[in-house]
């Protein structure tokens, strides 16, 4: 099986923009989370969805959005990017909202 | 979320086990001990994990203290693949979100 998938791989914005990213899940898994990882410092939890539904927040401001589709696949929304938005934006998903989740190649955001 | 504590760093010599140590002394009874490592600028790679019971899988083995305040992560035969950041994590039932850490530079040497 293919394993999660993440697009782009790389994007460089600007201040101001919005940004789009993309993530494919496991077949079979319907659980998605995003991560940011900035450099040096671990994964910091974004959203999780499962099964369409927003299921759990954290602590990012509300530039930050997401949805997940019928087929499981979701998105990550950034409006009017800051440059600390810079960063790794990690995907990971699982069979549940509950099991271990695996973690995509990610989307590495430079924002100038 | 109960907190771990991991040194920084360690070095490991090519061929020899490499037991990397966590603190989890605020454990809940219903947080999970799980471990992932993330290779330089790849996405975090699932390794192991548990509750109570010693667990073993073909990359490698958690030993969990009978008071589940500590655990050890032991990489059987270290090779120079398994130069990475390791992250202990504590994960609450019933709750999807991983609280990651600074994790543990482990540089494998030759």
């Known amino acids: 099986d293919a394993g999660v998938t993440q697009s782009p791989t790389h994007l460089i914005k600007t201040r101001g923009q919005h940004v789009t990213l993309r993530c494919s899940p496991i077949?079979?898994?319907?659980?998605v989370s995003w991560y940011q990882q900035v450099l040096g410092q671990g994964p910091q939890f974004i959203f999780q969805?499962?099964?369409?539904?927003?299921?759990g927040r954290g602590n990012f401001p509300d530039r930050f959005s997401a949805r997940q589709f019928p087929n499981y696949s979701s998105e990550l929304n950034v409006n009017a990017l800051l440059l600390g938005d810079s960063a790794l934006y990690l995907c990971?998903?699982?069979?549940?909202?509950?099991?271990?989740?695996?973690f995509g190649p990610g989307t590495r955001l430079l924002v100038l | 979320d109960a907190k771990t504590t991991q040194p920084p760093s360690m070095d490991c010599a090519e061929g020899r086990a490499a037991n990397l140590p966590c603190n989890h002394s605020?454990?809940?009874?219903?947080?999970?001990v799980y471990w992932y490592r993330q290779i330089h600028s790849q996405g975090p790679q699932y390794i192991i994990h548990?509750?109570?019971n010693n667990e073993t899988n073909e990359m490698a083995s958690l030993i969990i203290t009978e008071d589940r305040k500590s655990s050890t992560l032991i990489l059987p035969h270290a090779t120079l693949r398994d130069t990475a950041v390791y992250y202990c994590?504590?994960?609450?039932?019933?709750?999807?979100?991983?609280?990651f850490g600074k994790g543990n530079q482990v540089v494998v040497i030759p």
């Open positions: 994590i504590v994960r609450v039932d019933g709750n999807n979100r991983l609280a």
């Open positions: 969805y499962y099964e369409k539904e927003e299921r």
């Open positions: 548990g509750l109570k």
């Open positions: 990971a998903t699982s069979r549940q909202g509950e099991e271990t989740q695996y």
């Open positions: 605020t454990i809940s009874g219903n947080e999970y």
């Open positions: 077949s079979g898994h319907k659980s």
